[in-house]
């Protein structure tokens, strides 16, 4: 085994949601999807292809109908990318991936804002990049903001890639457009290459249908790469879909990579992707608005306790907080599922940056089940 791979820390999520297997009195909040299943009308169009007969091979960068779908997607939410930008993935993951494997090679800088979803600086690590981490730092209501000059500061035209992910997972952060502009045009200086996470960008509880994106601002020649996923906006985690918008000229080599890590996403999966764009105007509003009330219910009940500071996160499903004796995040969050089941997420999951607060997923249907997951820490912190 490769050194590199050696040293990858294992997931601490998984770690605490281990110490839970088994147990059904257990609250699950840990990991990030809905406790919603996919949509009907998804759900049969993918069997309606599996019944059609539909299990073969399809081109490496997804269905024409699918690529010419999304470019109607995100023309409607960012303005038409225009042809020939778009690549179909198995998944957001495998969307991130597949885009460090074509910008990193061993040696290079990537600079990446942190806390995080751990699978992003993890990910130009196997390849051989060097991570540069630069943090988010909380203000005084809990909020995590960006530094935006220490953040120009580290990115210097020694950096290969820039990797953001807004809005953040775990913190709730989302990039202002003028911190975007600011930092494309910086980018457009030094000659590095922007990879936005931006899977959560209907996840938004702000102003428009979407949180500010890459694309609205980039040109199809700006070294900039946006990363969608069908996984949160249209409940489909378990499908594994998602989609690369790249700049002109890069399509080729994605499909090369994509050839020779999967050749494609299945055909019947892809199918179920264009059900969910054909209903996209009428589901989304609608889980955002319960996404909305889940936030709503939560965030209020948490910052109420003594000693806990949570803010409201503007996108994403996460409220991320501090809690009194949470200094060690994972012994805590061990001790939540051991002593009152419940299960959330320890921020030393995201990074040293994260330790001492705790994510917790507010993507479910019943409210209360909110409100008993917060009696319950309510007990463990003896309130
Ligand atoms: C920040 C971030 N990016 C990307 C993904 C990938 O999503 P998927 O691989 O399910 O499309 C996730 C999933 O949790 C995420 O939190």
New binding site residues.
């Given amino acids: 085994m490769r050194d590199t791979i050696a040293q990858l820390p294992g997931s601490k999520i998984r770690e605490v949601a281990n110490a839970g297997l088994g147990r059904s009195d257990v609250l699950p909040f840990w990991f ?1 999807e809905s406790d919603e299943v996919t949509p009907l009308a998804v759900r049969q169009a993918a069997a309606d292809a599996l019944l059609r007969g539909e299990t073969f091979y399809s081109h490496n960068l997804g269905l024409a109908e699918l690529r010419e779908a999304l470019r109607g997607y995100v023309a409607g939410l960012h303005g038409d990318p225009g042809p020939e930008r778009i690549a179909v993935t198995s ?3 495998t969307a ?1 991936m597949t885009a460090m494997q074509l910008l990193v090679d061993a040696g290079d800088e990537v600079v990446v804002v942190v806390p995080v ?1 751990p699978n992003l600086p993890a990910q130009p690590a196997i390849l051989g990049g060097r991570v540069v981490r630069v943090p988010l730092a909380p203000d005084a209501q809990g909020a995590w903001q960006l530094d935006l000059d220490r953040l120009l500061a580290a990115v210097t035209p020694a950096t290969r890639v820039l990797l953001l ?1 807004a809005p953040n ?1 775990p913190t709730g952060w989302t990039l202002s457009r003028a911190e975007q502009q600011a930092i494309l045009d910086h980018c457009r200086r030094t000659g590095t290459w922007i990879v936005a ?1 931006e ?1 959560y960008e209907r996840v938004w509880f702000g102003a428009g249908r979407a949180a500010p994106s890459f694309l609205d601002i980039a040109t199809p020649d700006d070294r900039v790469v946006a990363v969608g ?1 069908f ?1 949160k906006a249209f409940l489909m ?1 378990g499908w594994r879909l ?1 989609w690369l918008v790249l700049p002109r000229g890069q399509l080729d080599a994605v499909g090369k990579l994509i050839e020779f890590n999967s050749s494609c996403a299945p055909v019947f999966v892809q199918r179920g992707g264009l059900a969910a764009l054909a209903m996209a105007d009428d589901f989304v509003p609608g889980l955002v608005a319960r996404l909305q009330a889940g936030r709503d219910a939560l965030q209020p009940a948490l910052a109420a306790l003594p000693g806990v500071v949570a803010a409201l996160p503007p996108g994403g499903m996460y409220v991320w907080f501090r809690a009194p004796g949470a200094d060690d995040s994972l012994a805590f969050a061990k001790r939540l599922v051991a002593e009152v089941g419940l299960g959330l997420a320890p921020g030393a999951a995201f990074g040293d940056e994260g330790e001492g607060w705790l994510r917790w997923c507010f993507a479910s249907q019943d409210t209360a089940r909110l409100h008993l997951g917060v009696l319950r820490l309510r007990t463990a912190l003896g309130l």
């Fill in positions: 990030g998944s957001g993951v991130l979803w992910n997972n996470d899977v996923s996984s985690t998602g």
